[in-house]
């Protein structure tokens, strides 16, 4: 066990760097006379263990709030921030060399983000033993933002590599500098704040550093372009690329192999494969469990309908809601021309648009009727019946729509490891072809839909009366039926595929044995190594099961095979225990399934229908992935296992573009953090999620609860400036409206939806090149990659309802006439 020396810091202090003194054995034995011989010798053994030289690189990247930059010392470079340098530079002072004192000192600065939680948890841990935890209430729940779709590669390796250089200025001037890193056609380097550096000037660049190692001759400096100035802490970092090279240039291969032999000694600058494969992971389990609904636009004769749709398991009831009793999509009925007009003018102030919608059903038809908020806000008593006429129907439904512009070019996400991409693995970061791109190319927009239907929500618009309602008005909203209805191809967004066999579309009856309970069920797909079936009641099964299926109906079509007590494993049951997933079960033989379903498949290819969880045209359904992710609005906390408990670290999306961001942002006390107490200081609702999380399976439906959240801007204090309650807190209309009027008069009001998701497991295969490219030259960064990859196990994703609270109780702007909706 290491031993405490805190009570002898004095001491220590007092003797730092002094134990290879002549007088430090005296003056020692006389400030520690009090001390028990034992205790004096542990100190004395202390004291040489700090004076011990340290040969250890320090690496602060990502383990402090601060930017780092390589720091060279007596030939090593280290990557410190400005504090980590001050407390080297002064602990270098009294040893006189870098020990483990220095190194000790560097990894417990103030702004470490260990040494934060140890503080943090220290004072709960005294609050809570002198029962002042009320006190001490947590104010800070400090996050990341991960911008998904932000990959950039690189043409080049970057070593990081301080050499000393000059710098020379058109006017001849030379500068001295230092690079940070190089690579074989560009470098960056760092200026004092005071230098005049245009993006584009041309500027000459000696490598003094490397004249011991590199014969120059008579040409001994090169022109560089610049791409970037930054300005850190009074410095310009300047970043410039290569230009005039011969083909042949010796200075160029020199470059080549100089930083493929020296590569694994000063490392290769991973900061941009880093920041990409945490986007990336991060993406693989937010977009899987998406619960707003993209839908691609096209031309049609004039007319902008939808084209194609991204499903996932969480939004797809809000795709089937858009289908007739045939199943034929009428999303036209929701997404048209004159609506998306309405978006785009909306767009230019950052608003989406509600759809209140119901469906009529009348002899064995569906009839759709919807409004937008723009087409009712100029007949408010109109409007009113409406909503209460359309909320009284079970199939109201509140949609919100956003739009965006596609940008082709956010198709492809290359991955960041220039050219050194194994040929095995090209195929996983393979460029959409041609025709995906001419796809594309007829596709201008993108509409976003998200049914933020609630029963909470649902409960409210139906105090409103819709007596005297105008029918004929009334039938203007409603959708005519296609006789002809649009195309519209759905396709999924799904990262792990888990089929390794093409799945069919087929209706059986199956009967299921185990343990001598028998249920009746009906086969929806199969493929020749598995299927799925609906039962007619719940099962008493649970994944692993081993059961027995007999198909009575194709037992009749066949005498070559016995189709009866097929043994299958189940492999997984919803939470209903209504549908179930198996794949054969083989003990010692051959397993007859599988060769019965794999002839039927031979002879009947033509006759099934396929499956198809991708489009015909392959690459598709990525590329319309990577376009959606660049426009994800919505933002996601990603929920990670810590021990036995969760932690909200993470938040996912595509852009800060939304005021819950910006708000999180300000309220935290670190830069570049987020900090979100708004949504987690609440109890009660932390409590139903964690507990909700730990039941969940990854097929569950998400669980749904909606937080208001009241923001005084008079107090400095968070935890007195933020007030969050669940709707179940505000049990009835006038406490809701009592909340948010007493917030309007004190600041903002925010009316947050919370979707939460089990998490699905990644795909290695996608993310290993990438952590493999990682592990190579930081083990240690790759394993703790990895780790956050895999402690993942659910997504929490924000829709921030406001805007149509503030609609449902009548909450509108000064000078805005409007009668009350409740």
């Known amino acids: 066990m290491t031993k405490d020396f805190s009570q002898y810091q004095n001491i220590i202090s007092q003797f730092r760097g002094r134990v290879a003194n002549a007088s430090f054995e005296a003056e020692f034995n006389a400030a520690t006379e009090h001390l028990a011989k034992t205790e004096k010798f542990l100190l004395k053994m202390e004291l040489k263990r700090l004076a011990t030289p340290c040969t250890r690189l320090i690496d602060l990247r990502g383990h402090v709030d601060g930017d780092c930059r390589p720091y060279e010392h007596d030939g090593s470079v280290h990557f410190l921030d400005a504090i980590a340098i001050k407390v080297f530079e002064e602990n270098l002072g009294f040893y006189g060399a870098y020990t483990l004192a220095v190194y000790e000192a560097v990894n417990n600065t103030e702004n470490n983000f260990r040494v934060i939680y140890q503080k943090e948890k220290a004072q709960l841990q005294l609050a809570k033993s002198q029962g002042e935890t009320k006190g001490l209430e947590k104010n800070q729940y400090p996050a990341t933002l991960y911008r998904l779709g932000e990959y950039h590669n690189r043409r080049e390796e970057r070593m990081n590599f301080a050499v000393p250089l000059l710098v020379i200025l058109d006017d001849d001037t030379e500068l001295e500098s230092t690079s940070s890193d190089i690579s074989v056609h560009g470098c960056k380097f760092r200026l004092p704040a005071v230098c005049v550096l245009n993006v584009g000037q041309v500027v000459g660049i000696r490598f003094v550093g490397l004249e011991q190692e590199f014969q120059f001759g008579f040409e001994n400096s090169f022109n560089y372009e610049i791409l970037q100035v930054q300005e850190e802490n009074n410095q310009l970092l300047v970043s410039v690329k290569r230009v005039d090279a011969p083909a042949d240039d010796s200075f160029i291969k020199f470059l080549r192999g100089f930083i493929q032999g020296n590569k694994r000694r000063y490392k290769i600058n991973l900061d941009n494969t880093i920041n990409a494969l945490q986007a990336r992971s991060m993406e693989q389990f937010v977009l899987p469990k998406s619960n707003e609904l993209p839908v691609f636009v096209e031309e049609n004769q004039g007319q902008l309908v939808p084209r194609y749709v991204l499903t996932s398991g969480n939004n797809r009831p809000c795709y089937q809601y858009w289908q007739d009793e045939k199943h034929q999509v009428t999303l036209h009925c929701l997404i048209n021309k004159d609506r998306i007009e309405r978006l785009q003018k909306k767009r230019l102030l950052e608003n989406s648009l509600l759809v209140y919608s119901f469906i009529h059903y009348n002899q064995g038809k569906s009839y759709f009727y919807s409004a937008d908020e723009e087409q009712l806000k100029d007949d408010k008593d109109f409007m009113k019946r409406f909503l209460g006429f359309a909320a009284a129907r079970d199939s109201f439904a509140i949609t919100e729509l956003s739009f965006f512009e596609l940008d082709a070019s956010r198709a492809y996400s290359p991955f960041t490891l220039s050219d050194s991409l ?354 190579s030259y930081a083990i240690h960064r790759g394993k703790q990659i990895e780790q956050e990859i895999w402690s993942v196990a659910g997504i929490i994703q924000l829709l921030d309802i406001t805007h149509e609270a503030m609609i449902r109780y009548n909450f509108v702007p000064e000078g805005v006439h409007s009668s009350t909706l409740l």
């Open 422 to 775: 194994t040929k095995k693995d090209e195929y996983l970061n393979l460029p959409p072809s041609q025709e995906v791109f001419g796809i594309l190319g007829k596709l201008p927009y993108i509409v976003v839909a998200n049914n933020i239907t609630d029963e909470r929500l649902v409960e409210d618009y139906r105090l409103i009366s819709y007596e005297g309602i105008d029918i004929n008005q009334l039938k203007n909203f409603g959708h005519k039926r296609l006789s002809k209805p649009y195309p519209v191809d759905e396709l999924g967004i799904n990262y792990r595929n888990q089929r390794q066999e093409p799945r069919f579309n087929y209706k059986t009856p199956v009967i299921i044995e185990s343990e001598g309970v028998s249920w009746q069920g009906v086969s929806h797909d199969f493929s020749v190594s598995g299927l799925m079936i609906e039962l007619d009641k719940p099962a008493v099964l649970k994944k692993g099961d081993i059961v027995h299926l007999s198909f009575p109906k194709l037992q009749k079509i066949t005498s070559t095979f016995d189709l009866k007590s097929l043994p299958y494993e189940t492999v997984c049951i919803n939470k209903k225990k209504t549908i179930i997933n198996l794949r054969v079960y083989v003990e010692q033989h051959q397993h007859i399934g599988r060769s019965f379903f794999k002839l039927l498949i031979e002879k009947n290819r033509d006759k099934l229908t396929a499956d198809e969880y991708a489009m015909i045209v392959p690459g598709l359904s990525k590329a319309l992935r990577n376009v959606y992710s660049h426009s994800l609005n919505i933002s996601s906390l990603v929920v990670q296992t810590s021990g036995s408990r969760y932690k909200i670290e993470a938040i996912a999306c595509s852009a800060e573009n939304n005021e819950l961001l910006s708000l999180m942002r300000r309220l935290s006390d670190r830069q570049q953090y987020y900090n979100l107490y708004p949504l987690l200081s609440n109890l009660q609702a932390t409590n139903i999620m964690n507990n909700s999380l730990k039941k969940m399976q990854t097929g569950d439906e998400p669980i749904t609860e909606i937080l208001y959240v009241a923001i005084n801007h008079d107090v400095e204090m968070v935890e007195k400036a933020v007030m969050t309650k669940l709707a179940s807190e505000l049990k009835s209309t006038d406490d809701r409206k009592n909340f948010i009027r007493d917030a309007l008069k004190a600041g903002s009001f925010y009316c947050v939806q919370v979707k939460l998701s089990r998490a699905d497991e990644p795909d290695m295969d996608y993310l290993n090149p990438e952590l493999s490219y990682i592990g």
